[in-house]
């Protein structure tokens, strides 16, 4: 059974951290590449940042997190994570995780954390 389960959300202030991470069981993690999505209320979902397959060689970020988020993947332990820092208000949102095969076309996705940030 395929699972993504993310973790690590909660209630920050603006300027703090925090670290998510998706656990990854039922498929061969470190054949996919894993994002970071996220959707506020009443917003579409959007890309937040990914790691490619395997070594996670190759890194992307929205330009709005860029400097700040940092995604990482530890293929041993079947986890991506994704480090926030000085975190601001217009982060708040539900954080999910997302696997991604090219070929076949394969994708699943976790339920979600919440990430708060509020003084």
């Known amino acids: 059974q395929v699972q993504l389960v993310e973790s690590g959300g909660g209630l920050v202030q603006p300027g703090g951290s925090l670290r998510l991470s998706c656990a990854a069981s039922g498929f061969t993690f470190s054949a996919y590449g894993m994002s970071w999505h996220r959707q506020a209320p009443g917003k579409e979902r959007e890309l937040v940042a990914s790691?490619?397959?395997?070594?996670?060689?190759?890194?992307t970020y929205r330009d709005s997190v860029r400097g700040r988020f940092t995604i990482s993947r530890d293929n041993t332990k079947n986890t991506v994570y994704l480090e926030m820092n000085s975190l601001k208000l217009e982060d708040t949102a539900v954080y999910y995780c997302?696997?991604?095969?090219?070929?076949?076309?394969?994708?699943?996705w976790g339920q979600g954390t919440q990430v708060t940030v509020s003084s």
């Open positions: 790691i490619s397959s395997n070594s996670g060689l190759s890194t």
């Open positions: 997302k696997a991604l095969r090219g070929f076949p076309s394969t994708t699943y």
